[in-house]
């Protein structure tokens, strides 16, 4: 889904998170905590996370896996 405001971040959910990232929700509040992820407050005490910041965690998790594997 496209922001509908341009120069505006498109947020997600923990579980849209977790979905894109091929990791648990619990993993997803690990790397909140960690400084990883940076989570954003809403008042019905849910977070969400700006997609462009999930998916540049995605990279840099799938070029840290791929590394790994030349080993």
């Known amino acids: 889904m496209e922001s509908l405001t341009p120069g505006v971040d498109e947020l997600v959910s923990a579980k849209e998170a977790a979905l894109l990232l091929q990791r648990s929700r619990s993993?997803?509040?690990r790397l909140q905590k960690k400084g990883k992820i940076t989570a954003i407050?809403?008042?019905?005490a849910k977070y969400y996370f700006k997609k462009?910041?999930?998916?540049?965690?995605?990279?840099?998790?799938?070029?840290k896996s791929k590394a790994n594997e030349k080993v």
């Not at 462009?52 to 998790?61: N, Q």
């Open 52 to 63: 462009s910041e999930v998916l540049k965690l995605k990279e840099v998790l799938i070029s």
């Open 41 to 44: 407050p809403t008042n019905n």
């Open 27 to 29: 993993c997803i509040q």
